[in-house]
């Protein structure tokens, strides 16, 4: 059973440019989160996702930062016209249905974002 | 907001000592997780605590929690190098989004 897959595992950037980071989460797992680690930093909270809903994106920034997870394929993390501060670590974590488990999150890799 | 504070943010230790990272939390809750993480990777799972009082155990690390406390440790006996890596706890956030709220991470290096 594959983990939670990410790709890209390294994107480098021009300011300006788009990133594009995609998600595809553990066999049988509905629910997707994105983090952002931002250098010698811990796990920052930006979006939760079903399919086809967001349903917290709380931890979002307001602009340039986007997220789905549509019926099929990937979710994706989109990031607009990137800045230097964009430069970090996501990871997407994915798990099963709530109550039916511990809930745990499983990460993947990460994506390592780097904006020149 | 739910707030997590790790402490130390970093601690250096020699092999074979016994030492103690603590978890503190600001809002209730009754799901806490620790994980592991080496430079550059992924984070590795490695205790679910789901209720007050419990404990779990694995080789030199074990994790307890106090949900009245608001407290978590996670206590290294006889540490070795192989332990070297960033801790964190994060504690579960929101009963609808099952989100995880980080803990800011303990850097451990073990010397030899």
């Known amino acids: 059973n594959a983990g939670v897959m990410q790709n890209p595992r390294h994107l480098v950037r021009r300011r300006g440019q788009e990133a594009r980071l995609r998600c595809s989460p553990m066999k049988g797992h509905s629910h997707v989160y994105w983090y952002r680690q931002l250098p010698e930093e811990g796990l920052k909270f930006m979006v939760y996702?079903?399919?086809?809903?967001?349903?917290?994106e709380s931890g979002m920034p307001k602009e340039r930062f986007s997220a789905e997870f549509p019926k099929e394929g990937p979710s994706i993390l989109r990031i607009q016209q990137v800045v230097r501060g964009d430069s970090a670590a996501y990871f997407c974590a994915s798990s099963y249905l709530q109550g039916r488990d511990t809930g745990e999150l499983f990460f993947g890799e990460g994506s390592r974002l780097t904006v020149l | 907001e739910l707030k997590v504070e790790q402490n130390p943010l970093f601690l250096s230790m020699q092999e074979g000592k016994n030492y103690t990272i603590y978890c503190n939390y600001s809002t209730t809750s009754d799901r806490l997780y620790w994980y592991r993480q080496d430079p550059g990777k992924s984070l590795e799972s490695l205790f679910v605590l789901l209720s007050n009082g419990a404990v779990k155990q694995e080789g030199r690390l074990m994790a307890s929690l106090d949900t009245k406390a608001r407290l978590s440790t996670l206590h290294i006996t006889a540490a070795v190098h192989d332990l070297s890596a960033t801790y964190f706890c994060?504690?579960?956030?929101?009963?609808?989004?099952?989100?995880?709220?980080f803990g800011t991470g303990t850097l451990l290096a073990v010397q030899p």
């Open positions: 994060a504690v579960i956030y929101g009963g609808a989004t099952n989100k995880l709220i």
């Open positions: 996702l079903q399919k086809e809903n967001i349903i917290d």
